[in-house]
């Protein structure tokens, strides 16, 4: 079973990165955060997505929603920015920890990636 899902994984994660990451309508790169402010994923610096590209798109995929290995559906998500730093920088359930992985900055940055991906 955890072969399957290495594999599905690494499948999307190829795919991604072969094809980009299409939009696929106007209006799709800003999305409303719980408190009313809108990020643009369009205007975050490059490196926001990229580590979420390394780190997080085989089981959260492109928009948060793949749900691989029981990964949680990041549009979804009602974390403030604290809890979406604490639970990259320790883990939880099946997701491991990437403070040995990723620096404060980088687990800042891809804390706001991960926020302006909520619907």
Same mark, same amino acid.
């Given at each position: 079973?955890?072969?399957?899902?290495?594999?599905?994984?690494?499948?999307?994660?190829?795919?991604?990165?072969?094809?980009?990451?299409?939009?696929?309508?106007?209006?799709?790169?800003?999305?409303?955060?719980?408190?009313?402010?809108?990020?643009?994923?369009?205007?975050?610096?490059?490196?926001?997505?990229? %580590?979420?590209?390394?780190?997080? %798109?085989?089981?959260?995929?492109?928009?948060?929603?793949?749900?691989?290995?029981?990964?949680?559906?990041?549009?979804?998500?009602?974390?403030?920015?604290?809890?979406?730093?604490?639970?990259?920088?320790?883990?939880?359930?099946?997701?491991?920890?990437?403070?040995?992985?990723?620096?404060?900055?980088?687990?800042?940055?891809?804390?706001?990636?991960?926020?302006?991906?909520?619907?």
């Amino acid at each position: 079973m955890k072969y399957k899902v290495l594999l599905l994984s690494f499948t999307l994660t190829l795919l991604y990165s072969c094809t980009g990451n299409q939009s696929s309508g106007e209006g799709d790169s800003q999305v409303k955060t719980i408190k009313g402010n809108k990020h643009n994923r369009a205007s975050l610096p490059s490196d926001y997505g990229g %580590i979420y590209q390394q780190k997080c %798109i085989a089981c959260h995929g492109s928009d948060g929603t793949a749900g691989i290995a029981n990964a949680a559906n990041l549009q979804k998500s009602v974390l403030d920015s604290v809890s979406v730093i604490k639970v990259i920088s320790e883990g939880k359930n099946g997701m491991p920890s990437f403070s040995s992985q990723l620096t404060r900055e980088e687990i800042r940055k891809l804390s706001r990636y991960v926020r302006s991906l909520r619907k």
